[in-house]
């Protein structure tokens, strides 16, 4: 079953308001447009909507799913995240065992339940905004079905991203590395994680990985060209390397963001934060001249429009809006902001809970029309 799609040339750019952080501008995918999959949302009958960086997003005519309404996150979100979640973990079952809930963000994010539940949507949200695809890089299919094919998952956090890979490609061995042992006991057998910090020495043979992947890094690594550098070491001949990110920043293509917008202040001070930390939040804008300098070839960039919020006419557009809503409202972005406000800038939790609330207010009103850039940079290393 696919889904139909339209698309349509910007006749603007995206417009942030007057006190947004540092601007932000579409990037222009260089890939050849991919035929439309059946991504699990809607049917061949529902309007579907390209939302690579040079399209623009129409907001849908009905506004019923959104709301203005203190209550709405509470009481509608609760049924729609059971669904997904639902959904989610039986994607993960293997031979009749429901894997667990996956574990702490590497962020230093809370580990309870909550946020364990946030990292599964955030996998299912990724992998609903590239059209059910894992990732985007050109990697030949025969590369990762061969007897010996290795992929390597840096900071895999909950592995949820390596046990889907597992499953899709039972032949290559898989291994997800990170600081925390918060992945599942019961993974497929091609699978394993093991503790590891990505910014020291990789203890790995030169030449082993047919394909390196990396998501969400964002505030856990400082040197990105040393990363880059021993990717392009350990990786074979002709081996290939994706790295994705949201890039935070509200952006809109209507203008919709209101004058003194608390979302665009959160943002602005998302970014001072990480600064302060030495992990700037614009790094992916600097991966694909770093790749090159590093050596790789065929390196492309994807940039992918993220709904903050149901606004979107396209139905899958619209799950992955309100999936981003429910997890910015359930406090995913305030339990990060806040610890970096306080401990970080040195505010007051009092003064960001005033911006923070008029940020919620605006992800609730239909008639806000924002979204995020998601960030994608591959690159192959050379066969010679």
Known sequence: MQQ??????????????AASPPKIKPEATTSSEAPPVDSGIGSSSEYDQDNS?????????DTSEASTDEGYAESDASSFLSSILSEVRRGVEIEGRLYPTYGKHAYGMPMDEKEMDRND???HKYSLLLRDRLFVAPVPDAQLTSSNARILDLGTGTGIWAIDMADA?????????????????????????????????????????????????????????????QAYTHLKP??????????????????????NSGYVECGRLYFEIAEKM???????RAWSSQMRGTGFQNVQD?????????????????????????????????????RGYTQVLGGRKEDLQVVMALARR???????????????????????
């Not at 993974?187 to 043979?205: G, Q, S």
């Not at 030495?278 to 992916?284: E, K, V």
């Open 362 to 384: 605006e992800i609730r009103d239909p008639g806000v029309h924002t979204y995020v850039q998601f960030h994608v940079t591959y690159g192959q290393k050379p066969l010679v």
């Open 169 to 229: 490609y039972p032949s290559a061995e898989l291994l997800g590395v990170d600081i925390a042992a918060t992945q599942p006991p019961f993974v497929p057998p091609n699978c394993t994680f093991e503790i590891d910090d990505v910014e020291e020495d990789w203890p790995y043979r030169p030449a082993h990985f047919d394909f390196i992947h990396a998501r969400d890094l964002m505030t856990a690594v400082r040197d990105w060209p040393r990363l880059l550098a």
């Open 53 to 61: 960086g040079n399209h623009l997003l129409e907001a849908q005519d």
């Open 278 to 284: 030495g992990a700037p939040l614009d790094a992916p």
């Open 238 to 259: 002709g081996g290939w390397i994706q790295l994705a990110s949201t890039i935070p920043g509200a952006l809109t293509d209507d203008d919709s963001i209101p004058p």
């Open 302 to 338: 994807e940039v992918y429009k993220l709904p903050m919020g149901p606004w979107p006419r396209s139905k899958r557009l619209r799950t992955v809006g309100k999936l981003e809503q429910i997890m910015i409202l359930e406090g995913g972005f305030e339990a990060y902001m806040l």
């Open 4 to 17: 139909s799609r339209a698309s349509r040339s910007p006749s603007k750019s995206p417009k942030t308001a």
């Open 121 to 123: 949507l955030q996998h």
